[in-house]
């Protein structure tokens, strides 16, 4: 191997009893805080969002730094199609009044129901999953998931929910703000079988109008 690669013995010994140098420690420990922040935002930072979290912690690092660490390790950004979400705004309708209220003790099962959509990072990518839950049972009674957060994952769970458990009409469907449960198609479901749409307050869904249970019940 030495001769193949024209290096001397005594230079691969060398090299392999030499101690790290400060450098290349650094540049694993920052490696370990992009990867951090490479995670916590779903893959959407790039270069500059990455070093502008960075020194929100604390640690100053010069751009190009960032960049060549990211792409010897293959952090790449995802980018986010804008027009679909401006096409989803165009087809939703208003959002819904509370009917909830806070109120999570419920004396009947299939009375209110509650929805919420979360991701779960795995080794091939970020996996989304949407459940509904019933407020009486606290137990999940629809859920989808996909490797996209989009209107037709909301609307499977949905769909599951129905068949599995044929709510009677009145039954409360309590989200947060979320545009995929205001588009037209999930609300025309909901109305097909008179379930009457409820929504938290806006940027206050998950601290005060929605049971603590529920963020646990998730993953």
């Not at 959407?44 to 010069?62: F, H, M, N, P, S």
């Not at 060549?68 to 208003?94: C, D, I, T, W």
């Not at 137990?139 to 989808?144: D, E, K, P, Q, T």
Request: aromatic fraction near 6%; glycine fraction near 6%; charged fraction near 25%.
């Amino acid at each position: 191997m030495s001769r193949v690669l024209q290096v001397s013995r005594s230079g691969y010994y060398a090299w392999k009893t030499r101690p790290e140098s400060p450098r290349i420690r650094e540049n694993r420990h920052l490696l370990t805080r992009i990867q951090t922040v490479h995670v916590r935002s779903r893959e959407a930072y790039g270069v500059i969002k990455t070093g502008r979290a960075l020194r929100e912690q604390g640690l100053t690092v010069g751009h190009n730094r960032i960049a060549r660490l990211r792409q010897r390790h293959g952090l790449v950004a995802k980018r986010v199609r804008r027009f679909r979400l401006s096409y989803a705004a165009r087809n939703s309708e208003p959002a819904a009044p509370n009917l909830l209220e806070r109120n999570f003790t419920v004396e009947q099962a299939n009375r209110v129901w509650v929805g919420d959509i979360t991701f779960i990072p795995t080794r091939e990518g970020w996996l989304h999953l949407a459940v509904l839950l019933d407020l009486y049972s606290r137990r999940i009674v629809g859920w989808a998931m996909g490797d996209r957060q989009n209107r037709q994952l909301a609307i499977d769970a949905l769909s599951m929910a129905i068949e599995r458990r044929h709510p009677k009409p009145g039954l409360i469907h309590h989200t947060d703000q979320g545009i995929l449960y205001a588009t037209a198609a999930y609300r025309a479901i909901m109305k097909a079988h008179h379930m009457l749409p409820s929504m938290s307050r806006k940027g206050n869904c998950h601290d005060n109008d929605v049971p603590p249970y529920l963020s646990s019940t998730l993953p």
